[in-house]
């Protein structure tokens, strides 16, 4: 009767130990350093990608009209806002005139009496020459002596001289009485083209000296992204691509636009090439300007040719390659790479393949001793 | 012959299996907490390794970049390229800070990677899903640990990143886990300040008569500019060509160009043998008090094992069995006791592991010296017990 007990309990003994043993074993193998490293792999394929280039900038307006007094004044009124819409010729304020309008009345009263003179002049003249034709006749039937004769001619030149005079004095006097006016005129602020107020620097009764800008007002139609984008993904940017632009404030939606210009000064301490791109339609509501905008400028499509993920690409002593996958062991292949896109595919100029087998996500560096593991999904990383 | 300690274990197997488990999650904590310190040690060389560099350029008379603030001009790379024996030259900078996605916060070591391709110095060496950073701005890539998922939005100060690529094991040396940005935002991060800080500097400059002059128009919009401008990164990484050795490559950079450069060797010594120095003697500490404990406890656990069968052992001196065949039982016994609760702590260690909110390192080393280790206290703990076994009167047996 003790042989089964006894067994019964060796089994059970046995039913423990060897679980225990298995579970050890497992764990001596399938973790720490002598585990098998968990790889995925991507097929190396023959497809076309289109890269493009992705800069930062801020929205600005590409002309920017900044109106004020040509004279140093006083501001009498100003009719316009920040954020109100001009049109072209409109009268947005003006300065105050002082004494202006006063020597305007001036002037046409000088033109006035000015008049008076000219019609006393004309009278004169006419009598003068009245009498320089009576006398003539009286001459010719040797009625007068010569020398009243020559005193009348004299007289009538006089006369002429002295109406010539007046009426270029009148002449002169209009003139002036324009240029006040002229001056009266300048003295009003007038947008020279339609827009937005964007700024209103100084209010009524300010001082401001000459040249000094009282309103700035920028052309809405000629809105543009001052955009940066680093050197050395800058390749391939062109006048006329198209772009997407995304401003800061609205991330969900992009805006169509282009590459209008490419500066040709870059940015030497930021290491970036400038370029304005511009809308293709004016954004509604028009965005602030100096707002960020993210900007994606799409470059043309590139033929087909091997496309690895740029996941794929590794550093093994200072040379940029990959792991393939040769007969289930690794070896690592040097590559030239071409073009990239923005999804992160990289075209290979040289040394792969389509159809090559590399790896593309590896839970640890790898080397051509590794043991590896493939699967479809590295543990810990969610669909 | 038979197995008087098989015959024993057969007959209390329970009892000595659940002591040998019993000593196995001792054991298992004894393990870990070596695999923590390995792990320490072990987050110092992968922040080495993921930076793929072999000289780090920091500011004169640091210990930067990571056990020390360093500040180094942003155009330096240009000049250290050019030196002979360079092959690359990366800027590189690193922040540790609390980073937010949605509500939670999570802290983390924000790496400025320089613009450039997949396998440039800095940026992360291998991903375990998404892609590489393919944009000059606003992307990221995470470190699987900081539970960020690719497609997810983060907030770094006051912009908003993508995460498109995961990696694993990219952490600092003290175990946050990096997310790696483009450079020139990473460089607005660490030095530019919040919204509120802008504005009270540029109301102080403005209220600076030095500086707001009414006659030089324009003079203050530069000063402002020049305050908020930042053109610094904490470190450049240098690759070397495979025919220069560190030393031929670093010397010129320190004698000419006036600057601390660390070769990997230097740089571990200051990770391993100053950073982590204090952290890990307190865990070695607490590893000798760990092991003691447990030979104590192993010590106990024999000697009581033996205390509870003297009776026999005398009944089994009263019939003639030789000392040996009593001390062979006994030391059996306790090694087999020592095996079992190096299996059983060996699986409760690996299990234990992952669920460590740092990185536990387990060694194939370390279970060796342990095994060994556990079997020498074992066989010591029972020379105590096999003394009393052998001073055991025979008359006991009948005595009581």
Same mark, same amino acid.
């Given at each position: 009767?003790?042989?089964?007990?006894?067994?019964?309990?060796?089994?059970?003994?046995?039913?423990?130990?060897?679980?225990?043993?298995?579970?050890?074993?497992?764990?001596?193998?399938?973790?720490?350093?002598?585990?098998?490293?968990?790889?995925?792999?991507?097929?190396?394929?023959?497809?076309?990608?289109?890269?493009?280039?992705?800069?930062?900038?801020?929205?600005?307006?590409?002309?920017?009209?900044?109106?004020?007094?040509?004279?140093? !004044?006083?501001?009498?009124?100003?009719?316009?806002?920040?954020?109100?819409?001009?049109?072209? !010729?409109?009268?947005?304020?003006?300065?105050?005139?002082?004494?202006?309008?006063?020597?305007?009345?001036?002037?046409?009263?000088?033109?006035?009496?000015?008049?008076?003179?000219?019609?006393?002049?004309?009278?004169?003249?006419?009598?003068?020459?009245?009498?320089?034709?009576?006398?003539?006749?009286?001459?010719?039937?040797?009625?007068?002596?010569?020398?009243?004769?020559?005193?009348?001619?004299?007289?009538?030149?006089?006369?002429?001289?002295?109406?010539?005079?007046?009426?270029?004095?009148?002449?002169?006097?209009?003139?002036?009485?324009?240029?006040?006016?002229?001056?009266?005129?300048?003295?009003?602020?007038?947008?020279?083209?339609?827009?937005?107020?964007?700024?209103?620097?100084?209010?009524?009764?300010?001082?401001?000296?000459? !040249?000094?800008?009282?309103?700035?007002?920028?052309?809405?139609?000629?809105?543009?992204?001052?955009?940066?984008?680093?050197?050395?993904?800058?390749?391939?940017?062109?006048?006329?691509?198209?772009?997407?632009?995304?401003?800061?404030?609205?991330?969900?939606?992009?805006?169509?636009?282009?590459?209008?210009?490419?500066?040709?000064?870059?940015?030497?301490?930021?290491?970036?090439?400038?370029?304005?791109?511009?809308?293709?339609?004016?954004?509604?509501?028009?965005?602030?300007?100096?707002?960020?905008?993210?900007?994606?400028?799409?470059?043309?499509?590139?033929?087909?040719?091997?496309?690895?993920?740029?996941?794929?690409?590794?550093?093994?002593?200072?040379?940029?390659?990959?792991?393939?996958?040769?007969?289930?062991?690794?070896?690592?292949?040097?590559?030239?790479?071409?073009?990239?896109?923005?999804?992160?595919?990289?075209?290979?100029?040289?040394?792969?393949?389509?159809?090559?087998?590399?790896?593309?996500?590896?839970?640890?560096?790898?080397?051509?001793?590794?043991?590896?593991?493939?699967?479809?999904?590295?543990?810990?990383?969610?669909? | 012959?038979?197995?008087?300690?098989?015959?024993?274990?057969?007959?209390?197997?329970?009892?000595?299996?659940?002591?040998?488990?019993?000593?196995?999650?001792?054991?298992?904590?004894?393990?870990?907490?070596?695999?923590?310190?390995?792990?320490?040690?072990?987050?110092?060389?992968?922040?080495?390794?993921?930076?793929?560099?072999?000289?780090?350029?920091?500011?004169?008379?640091?210990?930067?970049?990571?056990?020390?603030?360093?500040?180094?001009?942003?155009?330096?790379?240009?000049?250290?390229?050019?030196?002979?024996?360079?092959?690359?030259?990366?800027?590189?900078?690193?922040?540790?800070?609390?980073?937010?996605?949605?509500?939670?916060? +999570?802290?983390?070591?924000?790496?400025?990677?320089?613009?450039?391709?997949?396998?440039?110095?800095?940026?992360?060496?291998?991903?375990?899903?998404?892609?590489?950073?393919?944009?000059?701005?606003?992307?990221? +890539?995470?470190?699987?640990?900081?539970?960020?998922?690719?497609?997810?939005?983060?907030?770094?100060?006051?912009?908003?990143?993508?995460?498109?690529?995961?990696?694993?094991?990219?952490?600092?040396?003290?175990?946050?886990?990096?997310?790696?940005?483009?450079?020139?935002?990473?460089?607005?991060?660490?030095?530019?300040?919040?919204?509120?800080?802008?504005?009270?500097?540029?109301?102080?400059?403005?209220?600076?008569?030095?500086?707001?002059?009414?006659?030089?128009?324009?003079?203050?919009?530069?000063?402002?500019?020049?305050?908020?401008?930042?053109?610094?990164?904490?470190?450049?990484?240098?690759?070397?060509?495979?025919?220069?050795?560190?030393?031929?490559?670093?010397?010129?950079?320190?004698?000419?160009? @006036?600057?601390?450069?660390?070769?990997?060797?230097?740089?571990?010594?200051?990770?391993?043998?100053?950073?982590?120095?204090?952290?890990?003697?307190?865990?070695?500490?607490?590893?000798?008090?760990?092991? +003691?404990?447990?030979?104590?406890?192993?010590?106990?656990?024999?000697?009581?094992?033996?205390?509870?069968?003297?009776?026999?052992?005398?009944?089994?001196?009263?019939?003639?069995?030789?000392? @040996?065949?009593?001390?062979?039982?006994?030391?059996?016994?306790?090694?087999?006791?020592?095996?079992?609760?190096?299996?059983?702590?060996?699986?409760?260690?690996?299990?234990?592991?992952?669920?460590?909110?740092?990185?536990?390192?387990?060694?194939?080393?370390?279970?060796?010296?342990?095994?060994?280790?556990?079997?020498?206290?074992?066989?010591?703990?029972?020379?105590?017990?096999?003394?009393?076994?052998?001073? +055991?009167?025979?008359?006991?047996?009948?005595?009581?």
């Amino acid at each position: 009767m003790r042989f089964p007990r006894l067994q019964r309990q060796t089994l059970t003994l046995v039913a423990v130990i060897i679980p225990l043993l298995f579970l050890f074993i497992y764990v001596a193998l399938r973790s720490g350093p002598l585990a098998p490293i968990a790889v995925t792999v991507s097929t190396v394929e023959s497809r076309p990608i289109a890269p493009a280039l992705a800069g930062m900038g801020t929205v600005q307006a590409r002309f920017t009209y900044k109106i004020g007094p040509t004279v140093a !004044g006083r501001v009498k009124r100003l009719d316009v806002h920040v954020g109100d819409t001009v049109k072209a !010729g409109q009268v947005l304020g003006e300065m105050d005139a002082v004494d202006l309008d006063d020597r305007i009345s001036a002037q046409q009263a000088a033109i006035k009496s000015s008049e008076a003179t000219l019609r006393q002049a004309a009278a004169k003249e006419a009598f003068a020459q009245t009498q320089a034709s009576r006398y003539e006749q009286l001459l010719s039937v040797r009625g007068t002596s010569e020398e009243t004769v020559v005193t009348k001619r004299q007289e009538l030149a006089v006369a002429s001289a002295v109406l010539a005079a007046s009426r270029e004095d009148i002449v002169r006097l209009r003139a002036e009485l324009e240029a006040l006016r002229a001056q009266r005129g300048n003295l009003r602020l007038v947008a020279p083209v339609a827009g937005l107020v964007a700024v209103r620097d100084a209010d009524p009764g300010t001082t401001v000296v000459a !040249g000094q800008a009282v309103v700035e007002v920028i052309d809405t139609a000629s809105l543009w992204v001052d955009t940066r984008f680093d050197q050395i993904s800058a390749e391939g940017l062109a006048t006329g691509r198209p772009a997407k632009i995304v401003l800061r404030s609205r991330r969900s939606q992009g805006v169509a636009g282009h590459v209008l210009r490419i500066e040709p000064r870059a940015d030497a301490v930021t290491e970036e090439t400038l370029a304005k791109i511009a809308f293709d339609a004016p954004p509604v509501p028009l965005p602030p300007l100096g707002e960020l905008a993210e900007v994606t400028v799409q470059l043309g499509e590139l033929p087909a040719a091997p496309t690895i993920s740029n996941a794929a690409i590794r550093t093994v002593d200072g040379q940029r390659g990959v792991w393939t996958l040769v007969d289930g062991g690794l070896t690592f292949t040097p590559v030239v790479l071409g073009r990239s896109s923005l999804d992160g595919l990289v075209q290979v100029v040289k040394g792969l393949s389509v159809g090559e087998q590399v790896v593309l996500y590896s839970e640890k560096a790898l080397s051509a001793k590794s043991r590896i593991h493939i699967v479809e999904r590295l543990p810990g990383v969610t669909p | 012959m038979i197995s008087l300690a098989g015959r024993d274990i057969l007959h209390a197997w329970g009892k000595f299996i659940f002591t040998g488990i019993g000593l196995g999650l001792l054991i298992g904590v004894t393990l870990t907490m070596a695999g923590v310190y390995r792990g320490m040690v072990d987050d110092g060389k992968v922040l080495l390794d993921n930076s793929g560099a072999n000289l780090w350029v920091v500011q004169k008379d640091t210990l930067g970049p990571y056990a020390e603030s360093s500040s180094i001009p942003d155009d330096l790379w240009r000049s250290i390229r050019t030196l002979p024996g360079v092959a690359e030259a990366a800027n590189v900078t690193y922040l540790t800070m609390q980073v937010g996605r949605g509500q939670k916060d +999570v802290r983390v070591m924000v790496v400025g990677i320089a613009a450039g391709e997949p396998g440039t110095s800095g940026w992360p060496p291998q991903l375990v899903a998404g892609r590489q950073i393919t944009r000059g701005h606003y992307e990221a +890539v995470a470190d699987i640990a900081t539970g960020f998922r690719l497609g997810d939005e983060v907030n770094i100060r006051r912009n908003r990143y993508t995460v498109v690529g995961l990696t694993r094991r990219m952490v600092s040396s003290s175990g946050d886990p990096m997310v790696f940005i483009p450079l020139k935002d990473a460089q607005e991060a660490q030095f530019l300040k919040d919204n509120d800080a802008i504005l009270m500097q540029r109301r102080r400059t403005e209220a600076n008569r030095a500086f707001n002059r009414p006659a030089v128009p324009g003079l203050l919009d530069a000063v402002i500019a020049s305050q908020t401008s930042n053109n610094s990164v904490n470190a450049v990484l240098v690759r070397i060509q495979p025919e220069y050795s560190p030393r031929e490559v670093a010397e010129p950079i320190r004698r000419w160009k @006036r600057l601390t450069v660390y070769d990997r060797a230097q740089m571990e010594e200051i990770l391993v043998g100053k950073l982590i120095a204090t952290s890990a003697r307190q865990i070695a500490m607490f590893l000798v008090i760990l092991a +003691v404990v447990s030979a104590a406890i192993v010590a106990f656990i024999i000697y009581t094992l033996t205390m509870d069968k003297i009776r026999e052992i005398a009944v089994l001196k009263l019939i003639g069995t030789r000392n @040996r065949t009593i001390a062979g039982m006994i030391l059996q016994q306790a090694l087999v006791l020592g095996v079992i609760g190096f299996v059983v702590g060996k699986i409760t260690a690996t299990f234990a592991a992952p669920l460590f909110p740092k990185y536990v390192l387990l060694t194939p080393i370390d279970s060796i010296l342990g095994f060994v280790a556990v079997l020498v206290i074992c066989v010591l703990a029972s020379i105590v017990a096999i003394r009393m076994a052998l001073k +055991v009167d025979p008359a006991e047996a009948i005595g009581g």
